[in-house]
Structures are given as C-alpha cells and as structure tokens.
C-alpha cells in the first residue's frame, strides 16, 4: 500500500505570507496526484490535480503544486495568503483501482 | 443542489447497536467511495463500487462492516455491533467514471456522517 505523508500538522501564517505545505508520497510507479482543501463546516473540495504533462499544476484560488518526481514530493505553494484560506489542506494519491490514499492534513490558519 | 449527499449528519448510538448511513452520489456517476476519517487523521479508503459492483472491499476494518450499491445509485454503509473505535466521520465520494478510464479521476465529495459510538 501506498503511504502519503504530510509533514506539516499545523502552519500559522498572517496574510499576504507564502505559504509551502509539503507532500511526500511512497509509489513508485505512475500516480495521479491531488490536493484537496476543507473549509470549516464543508466538505472536501479539490484543489489541483496532476495526471501528466507540465509538473507545475496551478489550481483554483491562487494555489500551485509541483511534481517532483525524483523526490517523490508533490507540495502546495500560495505566494500570498488570505484569511480564507483558514482550512484543512490534504494531499491524496492515487495509482491503481481508483483507489485514493490521503496524508494525515495540515490545519492552516491564516491570522489577518 | 447537485453534489453527493449523505445521511444522516449526525448519528449518536451505543456500543452494540447496528447503524445504517446513507449516501446518495451526483446523478449518472460511476464510481462511488467509502472512507472512514478519524479524528486528526486524513480519510482512509473503506470499500469501491463501480455501477452495484463491489470491487474492492480491501479497506473495510471488520466483518461488521458492510455495504451495498444495489441499483447502482444510492449506497448504504451497515455496521454492525457497534464499538467505541468505529466513532468517526464516515464519507462518501463520487467520480463519473469507473477505473477502466481516467484512473484517479477527481472524487466529489459529501460532507459526510458523524458517527458517535457511546
């Protein structure tokens, strides 16, 4: 199986900071990678994903991931956060059979 | 509205009942999730239905566990003599397509039931 590991459990920026939350994953072989967010009180909603092609996947709000193969890492960077960007941001992998592995969360708050 | 929809939010029950929660995916979608998400922990897969096929049930912690798609739309995750440690937020996600296309398509995801076992 599988193992994604989010090294970051609580960040705590002001606005307009930048923001790198880090995502390591343990496959070898081809994987889809996603970042996903939770505001408090939702669910979960994608934020960018990587099939293939260009590493570097912006996504929605201001946030980008880069796929570095050779360290297996996949991390979320923001240049300049926002108060609502308080939330929950989890990395998932996926290989084989649909079936998604996700890191434990990091818990961002973003004080204004 | 059009996402993935579970019931119900809340469940409270004690140790050794039996509990059924709900989960009503987007309309036409495919592939249908179960995770279980303990406190401070990201999801962990249960169980995948493609249409009513159950193809994998790897994650399902217990033969308490169980769960059925049986048209292909609605599932319901059963469980079964109920312990302390089954307490979790439990999620349903949907993607369009079944694990013959697009591997690793995007899950939509509902906001899932709180389960509180006393």
Redesign the interface.
Known sequence: AQS?S?HNHHVILSEAASLELGCNYSYGGT??L?W?VQYPG?????LL?Y?SGDPLVKGIKGFEAEFIKSKFSFNLRKPSVQWSDTAEY?C?V????????????TSLTVIP | GAGVSQSPRYKVAKRGQDVALRCDPISGHVSLFWYQQALGQGPEFLTYFQNEAQLDKSGLPSDRFFAERPEGSVSTLKIQRTQQEDSAVYLCASSLFGRDRDLGKPQHFGDGTRLSIL
Not at chain 1, 42 to 46: C, F, G, N, P, V
Request: without cysteine.
């Open positions: 994604v989010q994987v889809n996603f996903y939702q669910h979960l909603q994608l994903k099939f989890f998932a996926s290989s084989t059979g649909n079936q998604f592995y996700f890191g434990t969360g």
